[in-house]
């Protein structure tokens, strides 16, 4: 990647969905830059490298590190996993670096279940992509929220991708399912699947 050349930046892509984005990006020949922790190994990148992606090691903590990472992408696509600590503190820092840096697009870590159709207080995991869509709301960037309620991570991933590779504006949400359950009616399939009970519970 040289110069100014513009590219869209993946946050999280050393896990399995981010890796995948990355490779979908890099199939569509759009130059990314994949932000990982200081100290990754190297076996973890070398397929991403392999493709063509810059590796960038960065603390997600540090936002001027973050900002100069980020200056001249188009996207910022995050695939971070985790609780308060990625999804608000580390989610948020990556988000104020985009700001900083006048990116124009960021694509948050809210795959799989979708937030706007549950009540407040009924899903700890969603509760928190709820709080920090209001830091999102507030920031005044673009924004596209892929929503998934059960798919493939290759179509995730695939998905995604083509959202950060096309340049023209986006609805917020995009809500693409394969097959929509509840955690309820999941730990029922379970149970006949497997011959033992399941059942839901609320983790803290």
Same mark, same amino acid.
């Given at each position: =990647? ?6 869209? *930046?993946?946050? %999280? ?15 569509? +020949?759009?130059?990314?830059? *994949? ?8 076996? #973890? ?10 590796? !960038?090691?960065?603390? =997600?903590?540090?936002?001027?590190? &973050? !900002? ?10 995050? @695939?971070?996993?985790?609780?308060? %600590?990625? /999804? /608000? ?7 104020? @670096? @985009? ?13 799989? &279940? +979708?937030?706007?159709? $549950?009540?407040? %207080? ?6 928190? #992509? ?10 005044? /960037?673009?924004? !596209? ?20 590779? +096309? ?6 949400? &995009?809500? /693409? ?5 509840? *955690?309820?009616?999941? @730990?029922?399939? =379970?149970?006949? &699947?497997? %011959?033992?009970?399941? $059942? ?5």
């Amino acid at each position: =990647m040289a110069g100014s050349t513009p590219f869209v *930046a993946v946050a %999280g892509a050393t896990g399995h969905l981010g890796s995948l984005i990355v490779l979908n990006l890099c199939k569509k +020949d759009v130059a990314v830059k *994949a932000l990982i922790r200081p100290g990754t190994s190297g076996s #973890r990148t070398q397929h991403l490298r392999e493709a063509g992606c810059q590796i !960038t090691e960065v603390d =997600m903590t540090d936002v001027p590190t &973050l !900002t100069e990472a980020l200056t001249g992408a188009t996207t910022v696509v995050s @695939a971070l996993q985790g609780l308060k %600590g990625v /999804i /608000i503190d580390a989610q948020g820092a990556l988000l104020e @670096a @985009a700001m900083a840096a006048k990116v124009r697009r960021f694509i948050p870590s809210d795959f799989s &279940l +979708d937030f706007t159709k $549950t009540t407040p %207080g009924t899903n700890r995991n969603l509760d928190l #992509r709820r709080e920090f869509h209001a830091k999102l709301d507030a920031s005044g /960037i673009e924004w !596209t929220n892929q929503k998934m309620d059960v798919t493939t991570v290759p179509d995730v991933a695939a998905y995604t991708a083509a959202v950060a590779a +096309d340049p023209h504006p986006k609805p917020k949400f &995009l809500r /693409i399912a394969g097959d929509v359950f509840t *955690a309820k009616e999941m @730990a029922v399939v =379970m149970t006949k &699947l497997r %011959g033992k009970q399941f $059942t839901t519970q609320w983790e803290v």
